[in-house]
């Protein structure tokens, strides 16, 4: 990496002078990541997308039957609103994300700076974010929009949230699942410091909701 390269002034430590977090936000995505992906504006519910398969609760009205007459398999049509991307983003405000090694920011600001940079890059595509905040149990539940001024609220409610608890990541994380009512993208930010098998219990709740994870 050389001096006056974009990525040179996006080190934690720097982005942690700024005085806004929206600042900080829009400094990484607009000088880093914006451009690595980009989805179409999809403004109109009523326009026609593409086809998907049929799944089980799928409302009957919504087959193809033209399709299903030269294939003899069941399709739905999808429209433009439902391919835009829904993402939650799941933060770990626990006590142990306090920690911070000597001269650097702490676990918890680090996961800050990311949630709000990944919430300002998916408004900014015109998709939806959504904010959960949690320790030993889910505390904070912002579901996803598609509004750019929501990103005001969600980064209010990182600003203002503080590490305290213990951990309580598969709890959570059961309960976050429940929420969720349309499938999405659900990316984890946490220290992971809870039972292994209870987290890959949790993780499996979201793939059995058909959800993507990332952690």
């Not at 977090?21 to 992906?37: D, K, S």
Request: aromatic share 10%; with cysteine; charged share 20%.
């Amino acid at each position: 990496m050389t001096a006056g390269h974009p990525t040179t002034y996006l080190t934690p430590e720097t982005v942690a002078k700024l005085g806004s977090m929206e600042l900080r936000a829009r400094l990484v995505v607009e000088g880093f990541i914006t451009g690595l992906h980009r989805s179409p504006f999809h403004g109109f519910s009523a326009e026609f997308a593409e086809h998907r398969q049929y799944r089980l609760g799928d409302e009957l009205k919504r087959i193809d039957w033209k399709i299903y007459g030269r294939s003899n398999r069941f399709y739905v049509k999808q429209y433009e609103d439902e391919t835009n991307l829904r993402a939650m983003v799941c933060v770990d405000m626990s006590a142990s994300m306090n920690y911070a090694s000597s001269g650097n920011i702490t676990k918890f600001e680090y996961a800050t700076y990311l949630a709000a940079a990944l919430s300002y890059l998916v408004l900014q595509q015109r998709d939806s974010a959504g904010l959960a905040l949690y320790n030993a149990d889910l505390q904070t539940f912002l579901p996803s929009r598609s509004k750019m001024s929501y990103v005001r609220e969600l980064i209010r409610s990182l600003e203002t949230a503080t590490p305290q608890s213990t951990t309580g990541t598969a709890v959570a994380l059961h309960h976050i699942a429940e929420q969720l009512s349309r499938r999405g993208l659900v990316v984890i930010i946490s220290d992971l410091f809870d039972d292994p098998d209870a987290i890959l219990k949790a993780f499996r709740h979201f793939r059995h909701d058909q959800h993507a994870s990332r952690s």
